[in-house]
Antibody, heavy 120, light 109 residues
Framework: QVQLVESGGGVVQPGRSLRLSCAASGFTFSSYGMHWVRQAPGKGLEWVAVIWYDGSNKYYADSVKGRFTISRDNSKNTLFLQMNSLRADDTAVYYC?????????????WGQGTLVTVSS | EIVLTQSPGTLSLSPGERATLSCRASQSVSSSYLAWYQQKPGQAPRLLIYGASSRATGIPDRFSGSGSGTDFTLTISRLEPEDFAVYYCQQYGSSPGWTFGQGTKVEIK
């Protein structure tokens, strides 16, 4: 079965960097687009970034553009999110999610999330 | 950027009642790119509906989606105890970008 497991969260000071990982299993990772979605404490969902199945295209929310970088290693079935210049408003649970199918643009599978807290 | 506005913010209903949730877009959205998710406290979101009206695998048929253009609806025909949760609509549009509505909480009356 599809499994997505995020890691790398923690407490970090403003201005510092953090790298999140999402280990995928149970499907052909290299065939699917992958997303990062975040949720600040007590708030709604915010899409962060997407990467095409082959890494050829990457897109970001305006709120993270220029600070965050999404990438993937298809040989290791792993998705990454490099977060630089972190701010307090980046505090959130970060989820990785997989497109439902190679055609359907909806997030069909989600990990359980990893909490990032930006605080001095 | 397309903005999705969900209403009401909170829906207070009893088990067995019908729930009707609205999602309105600031610009026309392709039905192919409109989805609904359910999220329970402490859990990741779960896909319910994609393509505005197609149920995801394993989703009970009491959940249905409809709509087109700028107005979309999620209907839960008879609320079960496990349906009390927060529901989000989501669209994929040009830019490209994905946006979520702010959510509707369905709570027990």
């Amino acid at each position: 079965q599809v499994q997505l497991v995020e890691s790398g969260g923690g407490v970090v000071q403003p201005g510092r960097s953090l790298r999140l990982s999402c280990a995928a299993s149970g499907f052909t990772f290299s065939s699917y687009g992958m997303h990062w979605v975040r949720q600040a404490p007590g708030k709604g969902l915010e899409w962060v970034a997407v990467i095409w199945y082959d890494g050829s295209n990457k897109y970001y929310a305006d709120s993270v553009k220029g600070r965050f970088t999404i990438s993937r290693d298809n040989s290791k079935n792993t998705l990454f999110l490099q977060m630089n210049s972190l701010r307090a408003d980046d505090t959130a649970v970060y989820y990785c999610a997989r497109d439902l199918t190679m055609i359907v643009v909806a997030m069909g599978y989600w990990g359980q999330g990893t909490l990032v807290t930006v605080s001095s | 950027e397309i903005v999705l506005t969900q209403s009401p913010g909170t829906l207070s209903l009893s088990p067995g009642e019908r729930a009707t949730l609205s999602c309105r877009a600031s610009q026309s959205v392709s039905s192919s790119y409109l989805a609904w998710y359910q999220q329970k406290p402490g859990q990741a979101p779960r896909l319910l509906i994609y393509g505005a009206s197609s149920r995801a695998t394993g989703i009970p048929d009491r959940f249905s989606g409809s709509g087109s253009g700028t107005d979309f609806t999620l209907t839960i025909s008879r609320l079960e105890p496990e349906d009390f949760a927060v529901y989000y609509c989501q669209q994929y549009g040009s830019s490209p970008g994905w946006t979520f509505g702010q959510g509707t909480k369905v709570e027990i009356k």
